[in-house]
């Protein structure tokens, strides 16, 4: 709603005193004395004070970003999120999340001698917003439809609906992203063709991952290990990589990703299919790379 405030016109008061001379002695004039003037106090209005929101307990469902342990640090925070009819939250408790982020960065921890991604904690838990959409799973599919032409549902269906289930967490007012945040969406749809999507380098805060998946592998070909590695390919995307075609050694011909045939185990490869994958191997396409370009051992997200 759009609030107006009225201007009214000033009335402008012009006083006239008439004086009347006479004609008499004039007697000796009395110096003038100016009024002391006397200053009007100005009352500060007394400010509305915003309650402080306080953060659930850990145990129980957090609509909102909890305080962080590290509030200084580029960090990245998990989001649990849920079309409207969705009612079961058992994945939010059962600790497959936590286990699913700590995995992925035990393995980037091995892959870089120590390092590893700093997680959004709250109390040293790791911090999850639940974030329960407004529309259903059919209204999410034909949002998507609508807004994003041509559906081609084997194709661009994982595409279309990580955009769409981004454009209803933009416009929820009461989950507004952060700066120094990236997010990591857990997103519980059936339909989801691939197991993750993130965009590269193009402004995206959100990297998405698809656990109902996990359950219709009849539809999909996702298996238990990839779980993980997942979650690391797609925060690679959401960092920027690849920051551009040239800067890889061996990029895929989608652009987006690496094929090295003597090296087919590569984190950053479409697909992820080794059940061992690897970060960068030869260190020439994204991690610690000896050439002007985005390295990913540059990101602060990234511990020292």
């Known amino acids: 709603m759009n609030l107006t405030i009225n201007k009214f016109p000033f009335l402008l ?3 006239m005193a008439l ?7 004039v007697p000796t004039a009395t110096p003038l004395v100016e009024p ?3 200053n009007t106090p100005i009352t500060t209005p007394t400010p509305i004070l915003t309650p402080t929101e306080i953060p659930a307990p850990i145990g129980e469902l957090s609509y909102s970003d909890r305080p962080d342990n590290h509030p200084d640090k580029y960090q990245i925070h998990v989001l649990y999120v849920v079309p409207n009819g969705f009612n ?3 994945r939010y408790f059962d600790g497959s999340i936590d286990e699913s982020m700590e995995l992925m960065n035990e393995w980037f921890a091995e892959q870089t001698s120590g390092r590893s991604f700093i997680l959004d904690t709250y109390q040293g838990n790791l911090d999850i917003t639940y974030i329960p959409l407004p529309v259903t799973e059919d209204e999410i599919l034909e949002y998507a439809k609508n807004e994003y032409g041509k559906y081609d549902l084997e194709v661009d269906g994982t595409r279309f609906l990580s955009e769409a289930m981004e454009d209803y967490i933009y416009q929820m ?13 857990y997103f519980e749809i059936s339909q989801a063709y691939t ?6 380098g193009k402004g995206y805060l959100i990297a998405k991952v698809f656990p109902s998946a996990y359950s219709v592998r009849d539809k999909i070909d996702c298996i238990d ?3 993980e590695n997942v979650i690391a390919h797609e925060i690679i995307h959401l960092l920027g990589f690849p920051s551009s075609y040239s800067c890889f050694s061996h990029p895929d011909d989608d652009g987006a990703h690496v094929f090295d045939p003597e090296t087919p185990d590569d984190i950053l490869r479409g697909g992820v299919y080794s059940e061992n ?12 790379i000896d050439k002007p370009c985005l390295d990913l051992a540059d990101t602060p997200y990234l511990s020292p």
């Not at 994958?277 to 610690?288: A, E």
């Open 195 to 200: 197991c993750g999507w993130s965009q590269s």
């Open 88 to 90: 079961d939250t058992e």
């Open 277 to 288: 994958p690897v970060l960068d191997p030869n260190h020439d396409d994204y991690y610690l």
């Open 173 to 185: 007012k009461e989950f507004p992203l952060k700066p120094r945040k990236l997010y990591v969406a």
């Open 13 to 15: 008061l012009i006083l």
């Open 19 to 25: 004086a009347c001379q006479t004609i008499m002695p």
């Open 36 to 38: 002391t003037q006397t």
């Open 225 to 227: 290990y990839l779980w």
